[in-house]
């Protein structure tokens, strides 16, 4: 069956953009969840959507990011005002039913690029 | 905090010879623990999960990891590696009175040589 898929694989943008990252889970996962992958570091946490509700954005660096899940299945990333520092692969999971003992699949990922 | 230590951020085998990643975590009860590869260009693929019960778990393409409680770790191994195991590998902990949150560590990258 299909897994996670994320579109675009690649992003270049300017600084100051606004970028949009889509998520498609795999379906009949109630759980999806965000992470950003800087170089030489692991993936680490942003957002849980657990359905259409956001149930964990802890991990949201600040309020340029923000994250919609509208009908429970895809979900979009959305930053504004991207700043160098944004440069990442940014990577799209999602499991059954959530929880920390659920497996989690994960996409390929998003590379975002800000010049 | 949870937090997640992989303190070899390299590392370089020979085809066949016997293979330890080493992982240490930071939590005050027992986490889940998980081993995840990610091969250029590839989505991160579970490789094994412990929860409780048997402290040795065996996962896919050979591979095992034991719970050690005591040294509050959790290293991945296998006898005898091949080429095609050349990727990075991070290990992962999920808190369960938490939930949501994955701590992964900062990964290790495994070199095959023939």
């Known amino acids: 069956g299909a897994g996670v898929s994320q579109t675009p694989s690649n992003k270049v943008t300017e600084k100051g953009k606004y970028v949009e990252l889509r998520c498609d889970p795999i379906?009949?996962?109630?759980?999806l969840y965000w992470y950003r992958q800087s170089l030489g570091q692991g993936p680490e946490f942003l957002i849980y959507f657990q359905g259409t509700g956001a149930a964990d954005d802890s991990g949201l660096p600040n309020d340029r990011f923000f994250a919609v899940r509208p009908e429970g299945s895809v979900s979009t990333l959305k930053i504004q005002r991207t700043e160098r520092g944004d440069s990442a692969v940014y990577l799209c999971?999602?499991?059954?039913?959530?929880?920390?003992?659920?497996?989690?699949?994960f996409g390929p990922g998003t590379r975002l690029t800000v010049l | 905090a949870q937090s997640v230590t992989q303190p070899d951020i390299h590392i370089t085998v020979s085809e066949g010879a016997s293979l330890e990643l080493r992982c240490n975590y930071s939590y005050g009860a027992t986490p889940y623990l998980f081993w995840y590869v990610q091969s250029p260009g590839q989505g991160l693929q579970l490789l094994l999960k412990?929860?409780?019960?048997?402290?040795l778990v065996q996962g896919i393409k050979g591979f095992e990891a034991e719970f050690k409680r005591s040294q509050s770790s959790f290293n991945l191994r296998k006898p005898s590696v091949h080429w095609s195991d050349a990727a990075e590998y991070f290990c992962a902990v999920g808190a369960p009175n938490t939930g949501n949150q994955f701590y992964f560590g900062t990964g290790t990258s495994l070199t095959v040589i023939p």
């Open positions: 412990y929860f409780s019960g048997d402290t």
């Open positions: 999971a999602s499991s059954l039913k959530g929880g920390a003992a659920d497996t989690q699949y």
């Open positions: 379906s009949g996962h109630t759980a």
